[in-house]
């Protein structure tokens, strides 16, 4: 069965880093995720980081019930962003 997309308009801020079992992970996480999605599982939106357009990204479960996008090093460049800066993220459309 396919999933029609379904447009949002919704914005978060949050810092670079997430902690995964032990380790930093370079994502932001979403607060209120799985409420919102409705899912532990992960989520395909198109999204933009402070403005910069990341289409058709997965949004990751964390592990301990949320949902993290990866800010890749190439991306992190782009935005002069590192590890503990805060970026922030719109969701502009779920795609799965």
Do not use: Q, Y
């Not at 994502?27 to 532990?40: D, L």
């Amino acid at each position: 069965m396919a999933f029609e997309p379904i447009e949002l308009e919704h914005t978060f801020t949050a810092p670079i880093g997430v902690d995964v079992k032990g380790d930093v992970w370079s994502c932001v996480e979403m607060p209120g995720s799985a409420e919102f999605f409705g899912t532990g599982k992960t989520v395909r939106v198109d999204a933009t980081v402070d403005g910069i357009e990341v289409p058709n990204v997965g949004l990751m479960p964390t592990g301990t019930g949320g949902h993290m996008l990866s800010v890749s090093a190439k991306l992190r460049k782009r935005l002069g962003k590192e590890i503990g800066d805060a970026v922030e993220v719109h969701l502009s459309r779920r795609l799965s």
